[in-house]
């Protein structure tokens, strides 16, 4: 295994969600290039993840959002497989509070920009950790367009107190930062990761 601080493109990493010291979600992923700008990764579809589900046992709220708040809120969660159906390049630089993903249709034509707000990543001995914060923004291929995903989850985060209020702040103020660059045509917007493909040697990552 690489240390901790970089890996060859090729090799195969762990992302770990985590929240509040708990494992909330992983995904195995394949590195595509790591230097001290940036960390770019590929998940292909078909790639079996894991994510957070409510425990057997507790009543499953109606939506989507209120079972995931619920189960951070009593940090109390049982994780499940999920087959991940778009195959995706993910775009981090180290200290941002977001990732850019690059999603491809599976004839291999750009599907769009997807800017994922995160907490800032953290290296580990497998890959790095970091922690979805549930709002995101659809950018379409040329940043012509854009719009809000997952607004109602973000807000029911900040209701339920489980996102402060300068976090909270600071997540909308970098999707906003984000959205200025795309339609700036600034890095990574300006770059043409649409052409971009995988190594065809490099399998399904699997945890």
Known sequence: MPDAQSWVPGTQIVVDEVWDGKLWARRPVVVVDD???RLAVWCPKGTVRQVPTTPPGRSRATTRGERLARCLLERDWV??????????????EPGALHAVWVSFLDDGSQWGWYVNLQRPFVRTNTGIATMDLALDVLIAPDCSEWRWKDEDEFQLLVDWKLLEPPESAAVREEALRVIARAEAGEPPFSEDWAAWRPDPAWPVPAL
Do not use: N
Request: net charge negative; charged share 20%.
């Open 35 to 37: 230097d001290p700008a």
């Open 79 to 92: 994780l499940a497989d999920h087959v991940w159906d778009v195959s995706t390049l993910m775009l981090t």
